[in-house]
Each structure stands twice: as C-alpha cells, then as structure tokens.
T-cell receptor, first 112, second 111 residues
Framework: DTGVSQDPRHKITKRGQNVTFRCDPI?????LYWYRQTLGQGPEFLTY????????KSRLLSDRFSAERPKGSFSTLEIQRTEQGDSAMYLC??????????FGSGTRLTVV | AQRVTQPEKLLSVFKGAPVELKCNYS??????LFWYVQYSRQRLQLLLR??SRESIKGFTADLNKGETSFHLKKPFAQEEDSAMYYC?????????????FGTGTKLQVIP
C-alpha cells in the first residue's frame, strides 16, 4: 500500500463539462475525506465518508457536486457543468483511529 | 462554528534562530488541534497533534485554552524546515470528523 492515491493529477476542462476524480485511500482506513484548496488558502472541507456512508457535506458542495464511496473503498467526486470558480486543487485524505489524516497528492482542476 | 487563524502568511528566520508559528482558534468546546506541513512538491502531512504531546523534528506545540492558541515552536531553525505550515482543528475528540484548516504560514529559513 503506497498511501492515498488520486487520479488524475491534473485535469483541464472546458466550462460546462463534467469531470470525475478518483481517490483510493489506505486500505485499512475506514474514513475518507474530500477537501478543496485554492491559492493562498488552506484546505476547505467538502465531505467525508465512514465506510460507504456519507456523513457530512459542506455547504460548499453545491448541487453540481456529488461524491460516492460505493463499497467503502475508493471514492469518486464528480463536478457537473463545471465553472471557472471550480478551478482548485481537490484533496483526498483518509484516516483510521487517532492517526490523523493521510493526504493524497491531489487533483488540480483547471476550468477554461 | 470552528475557525483557525494564522496571522502570518510568511515568516522568515535565519538558520539557528528560534521559530514560532502562531495559531489561534475559535471553538466553543474542547477541540483537538493539529499542525500539518507541506514541503515543496510533497503532499500535506501531519506534523503533530496536541493530544500526543510529542516533539516531531524538534517542533513542539502547547495548547493554551485561555488564549485559545496552539503556537508551533522550534528552538533552532534548520534549512530543511522551510515549508508551508497549516494549523488545524477538529471538534471531534478522535479527530474523526471534519478538520478545519487555517490559511497557512510559509516558513522560510535563510541559510
């Protein structure tokens, strides 16, 4: 297990297109989190899962955003009808117990 | 609501000088506090958490509930400490739920 993996690393898309990102957490971690980070800001919470259940969603997560974790393993984050304001780094993290988060390298989204 | 404030965007110190990265928080209960670090071209990683009362890479942080602060300190800065540092807070005792991050402080250690 090489840690938290995110795919793709970079995504450039035209405004109005849909995009989907994938996150593979550390296999024994039951909690998975999505964050968004823009330039000059810290990571902002989007949503988190315990196993396959989505337990909390931020108000940042508009109706165009949806996240799933179908079997309690990998997760996907989909953004529909992308807007330029969606351009950001999307970070995934996982955790188990009191170990704190383990972050992935992130997916950098650019909407043109 | 939980909020984390890091007042300094950039902190420059000379190698061997003491370092203090400031962090203040706002939370009505008993928070769990963390420091995360991001070195150049690396992913964000946990540096330390207050509940562990540990020292990592020479860094320590003490929770001051009266001043609602969790400043990160190191007595002698090293060049390899240059990085982005984020203070973070969780309202959940196990740190399981959402963690709120500050805006970060870039530490630059001058040789």
């Amino acid at each position: 297990d090489t840690g938290v993996s995110q795919d793709p690393r970079h995504k450039i898309t035209k405004r109005g297109q849909n995009v989907t990102f994938r996150c593979d957490p550390i296999s024994e971690h039951n909690r998975l989190y999505w964050y968004r980070q823009t330039l000059g800001q810290g990571p902002e919470f989007l949503t988190y899962f315990q196993n396959e259940a989505q337990l909390e969603k931020s108000r940042l997560l508009s109706d165009r955003f949806s996240a799933e974790r179908p079997k309690g393993s990998f997760s996907t984050l989909e953004i529909q009808r992308t807007e330029q304001g969606d351009s950001a780094m999307y970070l995934c993290a996982s955790s188990l117990g009191l170990s704190g988060y383990t972050f992935g390298s992130g997916t950098r989204l650019t909407v043109v | 609501a939980q909020r984390v404030t890091q007042p300094e965007k950039l902190l420059s110190v000379f190698k061997g000088a003491p370092v203090e990265l400031k962090c203040n928080y706002s939370y009505s209960g008993s928070p769990e506090l963390f420091w995360y670090v991001q070195y150049s071209r690396q992913r964000l990683q946990l540096l330390l958490r207050h509940i562990s009362r540990e020292s990592i890479k020479g860094f320590t942080a003490d929770l001051n509930k009266g001043e609602t602060s969790f400043h990160l300190k190191k007595p002698f800065a090293q060049e390899e400490d240059s990085a982005m540092y984020y203070c973070a807070l969780s309202g959940d005792p196990g740190g399981y739920q959402k963690v709120t991050f500050g805006t970060g402080t870039k530490l630059q250690v001058i040789p």
